[in-house]
């Protein structure tokens, strides 16, 4: 390898019971060796009330996009990447979403969940992108569950990731500062607009959720000081999140073992050809890096892996 690889490993723990069940049946022998053999180099440390999630914070770091909780601005970011021209704009993540009603609170289902095509969701922008350019928002098509939006509302306000709400209760994460009054009406007034849109009538026939709200996300301006494309050696796996962010911890457990017999296999045998290497494993609160090389000597290996707790122990500090 011509770098130094640094795997960053999102969704590790979760604090949900189901979780914390799982792991303890949860063998991961490779992780375990992987972290008996490299050193502490550092602490993200939050809780799990923070906008932006652990493993989003050292991503902004590693590109150069450290911002205040909830304003990190990847959409910039993704513009920018994409070769776009972000005309040192304010830009947002704009994602179409379905919203369950409950009789005490309001669940944002998992975007995936939609298994909505580039057909509807190009429709449904068309419709709801008046409303937007009323308060100067410009709306972008990127993907089917992934749109893109410019105006200066976005340039100081602070959203929630959309990995906190996916699955949850959206309540305790709806932006609540005088800026995002026009985020707040804009989303009441696309239910209204969506409830009895033509591609949600037929989205029913078909047996799908109707799209009936959108949530903002990735707020901000690119900084002067941002980073184009990811450091050197950075590999982001995102083998837990669906399983994570959908609580299905049977589906976490069996991913987690993939996990360790591939990729922490691999960075092993990285250290094991005298290569340096890095691992940060993040939660729902804090995000823990490791890094060493293979030169480290044998005795104070064979120290360290007698000394060093079970995964569940330091995943549970997550």
């Excluded at 100081?156 to 994460?173: E, F, I, K, P, Y």
């Excluded at 296999?265 to 494993?281: I, V």
Aim: net charge negative.
């Amino acid at each position: 390898m011509s770098d130094a690889v640094h795997m960053l490993i999102p969704f590790a723990y979760s604090d949900s019971e189901g979780c914390t069940r799982a792991l303890r049946e949860l063998a991961l022998p490779q992780l375990e060796r992987l972290v008996a053999r490299l050193t502490p180099a550092g602490t993200d440390a939050g809780d799990e009330s923070s906008l932006s999630t652990p493993h989003e914070r050292v991503l902004a770091q590693a590109f150069g996009l450290a911002a205040a909780d909830g304003r990190i601005p990847w959409a910039a970011w993704q513009v920018r990447e994409a070769g776009g021209d972000t005309r040192a704009a304010a830009w947002a993540r704009i994602t179409p979403c379905h919203w369950r009603v409950e009789t005490d609170h309001i669940a944002m289902g998992h975007p995936q969940d939609l298994q909505l095509d580039p057909h509807d969701s190009q429709a449904m922008l068309a419709a709801m992108r008046p409303f937007f350019e009323q308060d100067g928002i410009a709306l972008e098509y990127h993907a089917p569950t992934l749109w893109l939006a410019r105006g200066e509302v976005f340039r100081d306000l602070a959203t929630a990731s959309l990995d906190r709400v996916a699955g949850r209760t959206v309540d305790r994460w709806m932006p609540r500062a005088e800026a995002a009054k026009t985020v707040r009406r804009l989303q009441q007034e696309m239910q209204m607009l969506l409830y009895t849109h033509e591609s949600n009538e037929e989205r029913l026939r078909r047996g799908q959720l109707p799209v009936n709200s959108f949530w903002v996300s990735g707020t901000g301006a690119l900084p002067a000081s941002h980073r184009n494309g990811p450091p050197p050696g950075l590999q982001i796996n995102h083998t837990l999140r669906d399983a994570a962010l959908q609580e299905d911890w049977r589906g976490w457990a069996a991913a987690w073992r993939q996990l360790d017999a591939g990729e922490c296999a691999r960075l092993a045998h990285a250290l094991d050809r005298g290569e340096p290497a890095s691992l940060t494993l993040c939660g729902e609160r804090k995000a823990k890096t490791w890094s060493g090389h293979g030169a480290e000597g044998m005795l104070r290996r064979i120290g360290r892996l007698f000394s060093q707790p079970g995964a569940s122990s330091f995943l549970q500090d997550l």
